[in-house]
């Protein structure tokens, strides 16, 4: 029995069958890129905003004319960005380069070590995004108030980091994560921290509805057969959270009958 | 005149519009333009004239996380 697709995962009003999102930076190069999101099935790609090389060689393609905008919902980054101006800049600079979208992946930000975000300074890039109209699905630390209140300002996703940014650690706090799911009338989908396909299971074994993952492909030994293992993970962590895990317990249950014995 | 294009130096005509430099740099694709920290709309691209001094910057889509 497969999933119904009444489970699509909804973002600003948008359906998408796949709750699986990738980056595509740290591949060997763009023919890896493309066979890895391929094999992901990942309808929404993130995407990074940086200066034209001026003059580069043109036999060069671009990154849109292999993955392009038509066939995918590209999701442009504020990486790289840390303070608020820097962010806002970002996102107008993509929603020009992409034609008006206006959906984007927020984050600003405190620490280069950890690449944690600064939560002061996003909330306020967040709320300087949204009154400009933006789609803000905002990357953050798994502090459920904070994830709240990105909520209730007006972001259309919240996406708690399971541990830093290209650590592959998997998610160090399931509690909070689950605080975070509990609480939420936004998608929640864990960004960043990812290593393997069983933290991806995890994550939607939480209640997550989706993961963002880059590094946990990219840098597999194997990116594309990676690819297609979180393809599953996933799919198997949305059916396991769907169909209700068994409790805990402190004891043994036996799952053989005790009368009827022979001996 | 000099204008600053993506942090470097640039030489361009006294009557460069932006669709001119455009057409100088050979650029296509997808990509967005500020000037002095303003972006531009592609619908201004052949109004907009440049000046002396302008800071340029013109971004694409890149590989990411």
Not at chain 1, 34 to 39: L, N, R
Not at chain 1, 144 to 162: D, H, N, Q, S, T
Not at chain 2, 6 to 25: A, K, Y
């Amino acid at each position: 029995m497969s999933i119904p697709n009444t489970d699509d995962l909804s973002i600003a009003g948008i359906n998408y069958s796949s709750r699986l999102l990738v980056g595509t930076g740290k591949y060997k190069d763009l023919q890896e890129t493309k066979k890895a999101i391929e094999s992901s099935g990942a309808e929404i790609v993130t995407v990074a905003i940086r200066r034209t090389n001026i003059g580069q060689n043109k036999d060069e393609p671009n990154l849109l004319e292999i993955i392009s905008p038509d066939k995918f919902t590209i999701l442009p980054n504020t990486a790289g960005c840390y303070d608020v101006e820097s962010a806002v800049r970002t996102c107008q600079l993509a929603r020009e380069l992409l034609d008006g979208h206006d959906l984007v992946k927020l984050e600003v930000l405190g620490d280069k070590k950890t690449l944690f975000p600064d939560m002061p300074q996003t909330l306020e890039a967040a709320q300087q995004l949204v009154d400009d109209n933006f789609k803000v699905m905002v990357y953050t630390t798994d502090d459920p108030i904070m994830a709240k209140r990105f909520e209730e300002i007006g972001c259309v996703a919240v996406m708690p980091l399971a541990a830093p940014i290209g650590s592959g650690l998997g998610i160090r706090n399931p509690y909070n994560i689950r605080t975070i799911v509990e609480n939420a009338s936004v998608p929640i989908l864990v960004d960043a921290g990812v290593g393997t396909a069983s933290d991806a299971a995890i994550a939607m074994e939480l209640g997550c509805d989706g993961v963002l993952m880059n590094t946990a492909i990219a840098e597999a030994e194997k990116p594309i057969l990676m690819a297609s293992a979180m393809k599953k993970a996933i799919e198997a962590g949305r059916e396991a959270y769907l169909a209700g895990r068994m409790p805990r317990r402190a004891y043994a249950s036996a799952s053989s009958p005790i009368d009827g014995h022979f001996f | 005149m000099e204008v600053l294009l993506n942090g470097d130096p640039h030489s361009i005509d006294q009557s460069c519009t932006i669709q001119n430099l455009i057409r100088d740099l050979n650029l296509d694709g997808k990509f967005a333009i500020e000037i002095n920290q303003n972006i531009i709309p592609r619908s201004k691209y052949l109004d907009i004239k440049l000046h002396a001094g302008d800071k340029i910057e013109i971004v694409q889509a890149i590989g990411g996380g």
